[in-house]
Structure formats: C-alpha cells, structure tokens
C-alpha cells in the first residue's frame, strides 16, 4: 500500500512537471518503477519512458549554454521560493508554497549534476 502511494506520488508530480519546472520524466520513470514492484503489467511503459528520460538529461547538459540556462533556472527556483516563502502580499505566500519552490530548484541541481556526471562519463567511454 505504502509503496502505491508513493509510487502514484512520483508519478502525479512527475506528471505535474513535464510543464511546470523540474525534472518531470525522471520522477514519472521513478513512479512507474516503483509502481511496477506492485503492479507488473506497468513494466512495459518502463523502457519507453527511460530511453526519453535519460535522452533528456543528455540533452540537458549537451551545450554549455543550456548547462547555464539550467543552472539558472535552479537557483531561480530557488530564490522565488525564498521570496514566497518571506513576503505575504505575494498569492499563495508562505513557507508551504516557497518550500516546494525551493525543493524544485533542488531537484532540478541535482539532476543536473548527475545528468552532466553522466555524459562526462560516457565521453570518456568513447563510442560503442
């Protein structure tokens, strides 16, 4: 029970964020995989899903110029989230809203880092 709901979590808010900031397939890839433990007839959207995740972290990281553009969309998440999270006038102000803000530009770094760790590590493989 426990790992659906964290499954379909993932997956809503991957969902969520294939339009709104974030790393949207890789948190639906994360959700189907978890939901595949329970439910098995989902495994067949696994691969699909994977080979487009995995080519957009690439993509993410394959120009200087989108690595920097990426870099600053995080710490702009971040910032707004600092900002929400202190100034009342703004909607939906407060912690709640600049914490999810903040978690997103987070995310967003991480991935980042682990998407140009990724493709660093491939160059050095050199082609198959």
Known sequence: MTLTIVGAALLLIGAAMLVLPGPGLLLVLAGLLVLA????????????????????????VSTPFRIV?????????????IVWGLVDSLPLSGWSTGSGLILSGIVLLVLLGWSYRRVQAKRKQGPR
Do not use: C, N, Q, T
């Not at 553009?69 to 989230?81: D, E, N, P, R, T």
């Open 69 to 81: 553009w990426s870099v600053l969309a995080g710490l702009a998440l971040i910032a707004a989230g």
């Open 37 to 60: 433990s329970e439910f098995p007839a989902l495994e067949k959207y696994i691969d699909p899903v994977r080979d487009r995740a995995m080519k957009a972290a690439e993509d993410s």
